[in-house]
């Protein structure tokens, strides 16, 4: 009797460890890797495993001058990228549950570490890479795979976590016609880019080489991390489709620590899930192979509309102009705009829309000028609007970026910064009353002074016809959208979690309802700019190829070694990605 009790016990005892098991190692566990351990990984990353803090660590222990250099620097986000102790948004750096943060902006209370991992492989090679995942695995630790982090939905970073630091993996390499492995296919002319090259540094060497990529309009994004694996839309899209439609291999490093090519004839379900199926999910990623193409010119067209603020003409306006982006497009045009419905100007308000719009390989501007005239004309027609125009050839698609779109080398950064975001079709837009519809719903928004509606036309084009040719995970709603219009909210570095949580609760069961009532469910978002929140993020992001891509996760990573927020899978597991919620 007494023996069977003990059993009894003993077989609880395992099945609470059998429990336990379903969670990560945290320190402080017995399961933790003592300092021995540490020191191995260490020797066998050649030394570039480092114990981490959050970069404003000195801003609280009062050593004045490294926290001056910091502070210089906070809102740089070149700067940031080489930060293994931060990522390009404050709130993503800290667990406001835990009253975990550390910043410059209230240095006066003490450093919680949040979510910044405690170590950092800082990777070199793809050898460093599965050392350290072979030692997650073996540990059972969280791990964060992290570029330049500049994620709006924390993917690239996560508490008491080890991470995969892959920003100095510098190699570039060109290619005048590469064959992907294993295949005899010659796929044309190609450059293949280590995971952290960043997009200034890709334009710069695809410039030099009079070549040029599908990629996007920053500095510090990660040409192959999050953003190609996200999808990547760029202002280059509607010409030559999105960046994961151009992708022709990647060199990855999966959850068992094995290094595998995945191109269209080796392992191809990995190679379909890692052209969209987002970051941090199916395995590190140590290289991209990247189609180029021939450098070509590009024409620039610039319309700004301007009126005093609450002109009810302004809103009909941004219908019209609504409605004029199919045809646009189908001229070849893409581009970015801006709305911002109340900004101080001298000692007024006003609202203004500014457009640029891209025609790249068009060099013939009389004939772009008169493809946007009627538009013009017709908002010269409202009453109260002010609207100014050019139109701007440029040699180059290189000379456009280094010369006015990513001009310096730094983007803004540093903030406590959520998104909103919707793909709307091109359906709604040609249709009778679809732009005044999607017009109505953004009108409902609140809109402080300066805040910012962004439109990016980047689909269209050759994303559409691409649904045809290019089978990959991106969210299906790309190939039918006309635009991608996303807004931000922010929040103060010292907002309690009580304010953070009504930001969210306003974007999350506010905002957000209204832009998705306009089309139904039947679209979606592009989930590198999205509600970071989502609560249904499997459709919304990815809409129809969901199942698949969960099937590709648990084919991959068996037992969710790579979990991103709001990722494939990352529904089995708590918002931390430490335990799992749902059993096998
Ligand atoms: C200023 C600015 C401009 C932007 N412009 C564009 C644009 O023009 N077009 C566009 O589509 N998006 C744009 N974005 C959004 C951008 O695509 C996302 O922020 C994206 O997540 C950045 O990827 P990253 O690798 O640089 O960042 P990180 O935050 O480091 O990583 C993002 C995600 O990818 C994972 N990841 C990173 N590297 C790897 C790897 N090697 N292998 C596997 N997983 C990896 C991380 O784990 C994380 O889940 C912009 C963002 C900003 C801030
Ligand atoms: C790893 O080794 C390097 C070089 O010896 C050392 O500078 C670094 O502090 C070590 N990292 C850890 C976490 O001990
Ligand atoms: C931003 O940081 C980078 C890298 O540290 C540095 O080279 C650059 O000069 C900084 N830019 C500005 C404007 O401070
Ligand atoms: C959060 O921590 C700070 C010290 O770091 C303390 O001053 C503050 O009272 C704490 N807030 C809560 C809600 O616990
Ligand atoms: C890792 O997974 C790959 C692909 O499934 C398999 O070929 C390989 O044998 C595995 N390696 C180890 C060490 O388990
Ligand atoms: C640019 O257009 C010309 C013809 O107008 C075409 O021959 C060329 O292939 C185009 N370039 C690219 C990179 O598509
Ligand atoms: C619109 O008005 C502006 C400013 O008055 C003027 O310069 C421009 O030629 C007009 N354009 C059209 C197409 O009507
Ligand atoms: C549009 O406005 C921007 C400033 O917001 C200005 O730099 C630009 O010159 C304006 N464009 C035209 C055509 O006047
Ligand atoms: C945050 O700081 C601002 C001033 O910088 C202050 O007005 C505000 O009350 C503070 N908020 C909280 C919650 O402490
Ligand atoms: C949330 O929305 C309500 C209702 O529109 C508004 O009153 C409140 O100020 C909003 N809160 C925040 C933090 O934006």
Request: aromatic content about 10%; overall charge positive; glycine content about 10%.
């Amino acid at each position: 009797m007494k023996g069977l009790l003990n059993l009894a016990l003993v077989g609880l005892a395992l099945a609470s460890s059998g429990s336990d098991s379903s969670c990560r190692c945290r320190p402080h566990q017995s399961c933790w890797p003592v300092e021995q351990e540490w020191i191995a990984l260490n020797r066998s990353v050649q030394g570039n495993l480092q114990a981490t803090q959050p970069v404003a660590a000195p801003c609280h222990e009062g050593n004045k001058k490294a926290c001056a250099a910091i502070t210089q620097e906070w809102t740089n986000s070149t700067w940031r990228a080489t930060q293994p102790g931060a990522v390009q948004w404050e709130n993503w750096e800290a667990r406001p549950e835990l009253n975990e943060s550390c910043v410059l902006e209230t240095r006066q209370t003490t450093c919680g570490q949040g979510r910044i991992s405690l170590y950092s492989v800082l990777a070199k090679s793809a050898s460093h890479i599965q050392d350290a995942v072979r030692f997650a695995k073996r540990f059972n630790l969280r791990l964060a795979v992290r570029n330049s982090g500049h994620d709006f939905v924390g993917r690239s970073t996560a508490p008491d976590s080890l991470q995969i630091f892959t920003y100095w993996l510098k190699n570039i390499q060109f290619s005048d016609d590469f064959k992907p492995a294993g295949t005899p296919k010659s796929e044309g002319p190609a450059v293949t880019i280590g995971a952290g090259i960043n997009l200034m540094e890709l334009y710069a060497a695809v410039g030099q080489k009079g070549r040029t990529v599908v990629a996007g309009t920053s500095h510090t994004v990660g040409a192959a991390g999050g953003y190609i694996q996200g999808g990547g839309h760029s202002l280059m899209g509607p010409w030559k489709g999105m960046a994961a439609d151009n992708v022709l291999e990647f060199k990855v490093v999966t959850a068992n620590g094995t290094l595998v090519t995945a191109n269209s004839h080796q392992n191809p379900d990995l190679f379909w899930a890692l052209r969209g199926g987002g970051g941090g999910t199916f395995g590190v990623v140590v290289s991209a192979t990247l189609r180029t193409f021939d450098e070509a010119p590009i024409t620039m067209v610039n319309l700004n509309v301007s009126t005093v603020a609450k002109n009810p003409g302004f809103w009909g306006a941004m219908a019209d102009f609504h409605a004029a982006i199919p045809s646009l497009n189908d001229a070849g045009a893409s581009g970015y705009y801006f709305i911002t419905p109340n900004m101080p100007f001298k000692k007024m308000e006003v609202s203004r829309l500014s457009i640029l719009l891209f025609f790249p390989n068009q060099t013939n501007v009389a004939k772009i000028d008169k493809l946007v005239a009627p538009l013009q004309s017709k908002l010269n027609a409202t009453a109260g609007l002010i609207t100014e125009y050019a139109s701007i050839p440029f040699p180059s698609i290189h000379s456009l970026l280094s010369g006015l779109l990513i001009r310096g080398n730094m983007d803004p950064t540093g903030k406590n910064v959520i998104l909103g975001s919707r793909l709307f079709s091109r359906e709604l837009l040609v249709s009778h009353n679809g732009p005044g519809k999607l017009v109505n719903a953004w009108k409902k928004l609140k809109f402080n002074p300066g805040d910012t509606i962004t439109g990016n036309i980047v689909a269209g084009g050759a994303v559409a016809k691409n649904a045809e040719s290019v089978d990959n995970a991106i969210n299906p709603a790309w190939r039918k959208a006309a635009t991608h219009m996303y807004f931000a909210r922010y929040w103060a570095p010292n907002a309690t979690l009580a304010q953070q949580q009504e930001v969210i609760r306003n974007m999350t069961e506010v905002d957000m309802l209204v832009l998705k009532d306009v089309e139904g469910y039947k679209m979606g978002a592009y989930p590198n700019e999205a509600n970071a929140y989502e609560p249904n993020f499997q459709n919304e992001f990815w809409g129809s190829n969901y199942p698949r891509l969960y099937g590709i996760k648990q084919k991959w990573d068996p037992n969710g070694l790579f979990i991103a927020r709001k990722g494939v899978g990352s529904e089995d597991w708590d918002d931390a990605g430490l335990c799992r919620i749902k059993r096998k």
